[in-house]
């Protein structure tokens, strides 16, 4: 399933970064440099298209101390692949264990999908939390004319929570 049009506008229009974790944010291609993230060290994964016309170091637009960005390519409008899931969670473990204190960001485009259900493997896996809760903290919601629609998508998130659901039953 593709990203609505309208809604794709709507969304790059404006620098959306939230929080779902401590020191973990979710954030679309704008809200990166979200001034209410501060200035401290940041730590942004970018999961865009590989085609994608802005490289990864021009992610961010303003002066920032010590801004390190990494890219994991993940197509857009299908699954998120379970091998960028495993290398997003390896990323975040290494980037934790010498740099605690540090703001970790996961964008994508949107900040509606990809960067969502990256976040949410990092949330299962890393902090160990369940499905429920992973999802309700890094649920979107758009809304249009007839009904309120949710992202990540089912289809998206698909083959990351089938991992993160093994994981969780060994």
Known sequence: MR??????????????????????????????DHPELSDRERYVLDVRNPWSDDDAERVV???????????????????VPREAAVRAVAWYGNVRAKHPDALVVVNCLMGASRSATVAYAILRRCHGLDHAEAFRRVATRAHKATDTRFWPSEETLSDVRAWCDAAEAT
């Not at 309208?6 to 779902?20: G, K, P, Q």
């Not at 303003?62 to 990494?70: E, G, K, S």
């Open 61 to 79: 637009r303003r002066p920032v101390p010590h801004v390190h960005v990494t890219a994991i390519p993940v197509l857009d409008g299908g699954p």
């Open 3 to 32: 990203f609505p049009r309208h809604l794709a506008r709507t969304l790059t229009s404006c620098a959306d970064a939230r929080y779902v974790g401590d020191n973990l944010v979710v954030a679309n291609a704008l809200g990166v």
